[in-house]
């Protein structure tokens, strides 16, 4: 399997809902990791990576929305539904899905097993448009449009990340 590849959404993601929402844009990536990682590991894993953080620095900056190393392992394990600029959604057992707090992105994490020992790990996004075009259908607009090759490159190296941090953490407890 390549590092990061784009993918279907397994038929029990909590991001289903928005794929066939009018005007909204979806997408999903995975990648598997030899081992098996639980769930909040990779939760945390995901959103403690140094390219994180530094989306999380900017948040701080531009819209006030600070957060923490123990606040991203407090939404990890549960106890916690706000997480910079994101509140829990909806969460299950191996997945949550994030709304910003605009209410025009979502996203989606995942962790399931794959083969004997290994670890399958989804990412992926939502964003719902808000405002219609001019023959009044739904729209995402031009900025978000310039934009879309940015998110997908953004996405792709978020989802490397977390596997490589994961991947060093796995290293160093063998």
Known sequence: MPPI????????????????MPGAYTDSYLTEIPARVSFPEYIFAFYTTPLFKLERLILKLLVRKPSTDMQARELADGVRDQFAAWTVEDRSEDQILMCDFAGSTRSWLMAVPAGDDGTRLYFGSAVVPHRMSKDGKPSLGFFFQALLGF????????????????????????
């Open 5 to 20: 590849q784009k993918s279907l959404y397994p038929s029990n993601a909590l991001i289903h809902k928005y794929t066939s």
């Open 151 to 174: 998110h997908k490159v953004y996405s792709i190296l978020l989802l490397y990340s977390a596997k490589s941090g994961l991947m060093r953490k796995i290293s160093k407890e063998n």
